[in-house]
């Protein structure tokens, strides 16, 4: 168990600065700051005294954690958390962590080191080891998006399994029979709960799920636009495609138009988040709404809370899904 003394001496300061910094009791430069909470990082100082430190910085900042910031899903996201977090008087440092596990540890040990009062996070992936780290040093964080039912954390989730269902019911109703569906990233648990709710729908109509008719994308469009391509040289051609994102179904609205394919008379399309590039697509993307800025807001006053009451029990809000038709499905408009 390291003492505070031989935090001193790592940090090169006396035992006294070491107690400012944790306590935050007198002012203390960045630079030894900085070096004082990286001290007790190295060492493992005592999870709850740097807790301590952290809950008593008072820096009115919150970190976001999102794995793709430059996806218009989470930039949407990050927009309502820092829009709602500046209306109650706080900042926001912004980490991408660009889906890597490794990175995403190195940005939670550099919102510690920034001493931020509470953090919104959005898994890099499925597992998240950062989370049992952040879990020892009890700061308030909430999770958006990607769950992580392992561990019982304040969570703010859109219903992705009713966005599925909904999204291939839809085109049920419109007479297709023959819907691929393009996936995201099978280990992410959204996009595994849209797959689930398509193929639900698909046996719920007594329609069969076909493997021929599903591909795997990753969340951008390129895996979209390949999909299709491939999708389009089957014998028997889908006359429908879900993708479980906007950015996919924009690279299958790409692939279509090179193929000559016409959609929605040839080809319905059927996207999904509702980014608001999603209508401005030609003809604009019909896809199931996920409520990013209701979903921000919960997240910032999820962990405001917490801020101001650590011993609240775990909250769990899912937002449900609703399908928004616009004109690459064809039926009403
Ligand atoms: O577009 C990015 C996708 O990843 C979204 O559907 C969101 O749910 C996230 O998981």
């Excluded at 035992?15 to 004082?36: A, D, G, L, Y």
């Excluded at 890597?100 to 959005?122: A, N, P, S, W």
Aim: hydrophobic share 40%; glycine share 6%; aromatic share 6%.
């Amino acid at each position: 168990m390291s003492t505070i003394r031989e935090v001193a001496i790592r940090a090169g300061v006396s035992s006294t600065t070491v107690s400012h910094v944790i306590n935050n009791t007198r002012f203390v430069s960045e630079e030894v700051r900085q070096r004082v909470q990286a001290a007790m990082i190295e060492l493992g100082y005592h999870p709850n005294a740097l807790a301590r430190s952290l809950r008593r910085g008072e820096t009115n900042t919150l970190g976001l954690i999102l794995p793709d910031s430059a996806n218009p899903f989470f930039a949407e996201i990050g927009h309502s958390v820092e829009t709602a977090a500046f209306s109650h008087g706080y900042n926001v440092i912004l980490c991408n962590t660009d889906g890597d596990v490794d990175r995403e540890r190195t940005y939670v040990d550099v919102l510690l080191k920034k001493q931020v009062d509470g953090i919104v996070f959005v898994a890099a992936g499925e597992r998240s080891d950062s989370i049992s780290h952040i879990l020892k040093l009890e700061i308030p964080i909430v999770v958006v998006d990607r769950d992580l039912p392992e561990v019982q954390l304040d969570t703010v989730l859109s219903d992705n399994y009713q966005g599925g269902y909904l999204a291939t019911q839809h085109l049920i109703n419109l007479g297709h029979r023959r819907i691929a569906c393009i996936s995201g990233p099978s280990h992410l648990n959204p996009s595994a709960l849209r797959v689930t709710g398509y193929k639900q729908a698909l046996l719920d109509a007594h329609i069969p799920v076909y493997d021929h008719l599903m591909r795997q994308g990753n969340f951008h469009p390129s895996s979209g636009w390949q999909a299709t391509l491939d999708l389009l040289t089957l014998p028997e051609k889908p006359t429908a495609i879900f993708a479980c994102n906007d950015l996919m179904a924009m690279g299958v609205l790409r692939a279509a138009a090179e193929c000559g394919v016409r959609v929605p008379q040839e080809l319905a399309v059927m996207g999904y988040d509702d980014i608001e590039l999603s209508s401005y697509t030609t003809p604009a993307l019909s896809t199931v709404r996920q409520p990013k800025a209701e979903i921000g807001q919960t997240a910032v006053r999820m962990v405001l809370e917490r801020i101001q009451n650590k011993d609240i029990p775990p909250r769990r809000e899912l937002h449900p899904a609703q399908v928004i038709v616009r004109g690459t499905c064809g039926g009403q408009q």
